[in-house]
């Protein structure tokens, strides 16, 4: 059977399972639409949660990233981890009570007005496009490498897959096929790291066996590794970094923006109590642990495995024939992921950091000409069933996890933005006395709208894709999480200073991302080159979330100590949402 | 009700103890051992690295879990104590 067949196969029968499932969960009422209901089981709701936040980017790239990094992209995974712990103590069981179905819901009411209500929509929206884009982008890649179609064909293609279960089935559909997914790409995820860790340290547990032996060598894996990529000119794996401040502003802007996410915060809703949301928290952070910490493990051992395939007799022996590459070269060369040139028409291929002046005579002395090889980071985790020689239908495995971690955070965006647009605005702004029946249709039209958007915007990029994940996270950690925050944790934050904080706090990220990356993100129109040199104080515009967050929160104290304090009505509901007594069921408004 | 009142905010003050050292912890092995203090921990060697590499790769998501769980633990005993659980 050739590997397409059993790609198809794989990626075939995931599908045949969404749709199952689909058929299974039709939503019948705006309550199953927007909140599955609300009687989703927490260690249910965590598997869902995790496959929602899991995208495109921490299944096929973030080990790619890491391996490339080391050390200093440890900022990922404490980042995208350590927001759990934020949103399971300061929001999500206190948001539970409150027992609406969006997030400028509790905006709307805490900060009693519409222009917070509208507000807060105007951020989700911005930040849930953005984030949607890369997930269409990413099914887009993983349809066109594995299943021989043009990345736009692959696009429309997830887009119908998601049409399907997340028009019909809403929240309840789109809960019962993220659990699907999770399971489809954690096994994905898992099984070519275990035998890679097998095959380098003998250990099949991939996060014991980054910090074991490398079997070859005796030495501990970790210090093999940094003594292969120094020998080269590269930093070492584990080096420190110098810019402290900024490592630690990087990884606040991830955890803050990351318990800002829209579509996560109303994952929570979903649970039946209180507790249950600080529970579900833990089990969805255990879920996302699965995969984080083979991530690392991934990482290092790729970027190894790497090394020794181009100098396979050691860094101060000739490197690798070009003619005996490995197959699997062969195969990523043909999608360009791997690319090889011949500077110094050898036939060998070097592969070193010319850019390392120190290094510069070494590599004259042995006749280099430059680095030879690059190597696109999302290979790392693509190509890794081939590098460890596993069979066809674990490369089928990995093209379905890829396309269910797309697809999974795709449905949880939609249906963030298409609630916040039935919901908040043509139920609450602009037509309060809509029906049941018309809101539903609203919701389904809403998304369907969105989905077509979203593929729009996957057909055609518009060329900052990279960028992409700075700005969702800067938004929602210096707009979203903040207002949260305050409505909960203070009485005497009102409407006005809530409203001054989301606008300073939007404002100041994304004009100091504009300035780095491109007004707008239109190539060349950047105020300063995008170097650390530039940067105020050395913080990089993906770091500036969290100083945006903390003028967010200077600003709105400032502005309503100046003002009146909030109405009594409202600090009543700050002290609800406070105790779990009565919360009840997610209430039908 | 105003015994109601006082026994909400006895609670409230409890949650907001217990949410501050949860969060001490949580700063500690991130931004502490993972970042900052991390040249501090060289000598103490971890699998071919040194302790804050670890913290900063496995330890904090370690951790994390750890602090969510025993949060919903002690804050479940606090709804019983004061009265106020579902």
Known sequence: MSQFVINMLFVGASFALYFGIAVWARAGSTKEFYVAGGGVHPVTNGM???????????????????????????????GWTGGYVLLAMLLAPYLRKFGKFTVPDFIGDRFYSRGARLAAVICLLLISLTYVIGQMAGAGIAFSRFLEVSNS?????????????????????????????????????????????????????????????????????????DAVVTDLGFAAYTADTDNKLNMILFTLSLMIGTAGLPHVIIRFFTVPKVADARWSAGWTLIFIALLYLTAPAVASMARLNLMTTVYPQGTEAAPLAYEERPEWVKTWEETGLIK???????????????????????????????????VNNDIIVLANPEIANLPGWVIGLIAAGAIAAALSTAAGLLLAISSAVSHDLIKTLINPKISEESEMKAARISMAVAILLATWLGLNPPGFAAQVVALAFGLAAATLFPALMMGIFSKRVNDKGAIAGMTVGLLVTIVYIFMYLGWFFIPGTATFANTPDNWLFGISPQAFGSVGAIINFAVAYAVSLVTDAPPKAVQDLVESVRTPKGAGAALDH | MADD????????????????????????????????????????????ADLGFWFAQQGSIITFIAIIFHYAWRLNKLDKQFGVEE
């Open chain 1, 340 to 374: 090889w040139e011949d500077k110094n028409s050898d036939g060998r291929v070097q592969f070193y950091n010319d850019a390392n002046a120190t290094f510069k005579a070494t590599a004259t002395e042995r006749g280099w000409n430059g680095n030879e090889l690059t």
């Open chain 2, 5 to 48: 009142k006082a026994n909400a905010a006895a609670y409230w003050k409890a949650n907001v103890s217990l949410i501050t050292w949860s969060l001490v912890v949580w700063a500690l092995v991130s931004f502490g051992f993972g970042i900052l203090l991390r040249p501090m921990l060289m000598n103490i060697s971890v699998g071919g």
């Open chain 1, 153 to 225: 064909a692959g696009i429309w293609i997830a887009a119908a897959v998601v049409f399907a279960y997340a028009v019909f089935g809403g929240m309840k559909g789109i809960t019962y096929t993220q659990v699907a997914q999770y399971v489809v790409l954690i096994i994905a995820y898992t099984i070519p790291a275990v035998f890679i860790a097998f095959q380098l340290t003998g250990n099949p547990i991939p996060s014991l066996g980054m910090i074991g032996t490398h079997v070859e060598s005796g030495e501990p894996l970790l210090a093999k590794l």
């Open chain 1, 48 to 78: 869902a949660t995790a496959a929602d936040w899991m995208s495109a980017a921490s299944f096929i790239s973030m080990a790619g990233l890491i391996a490339a990094g080391g050390y200093s992209t440890s900022v990922y995974l404490m």
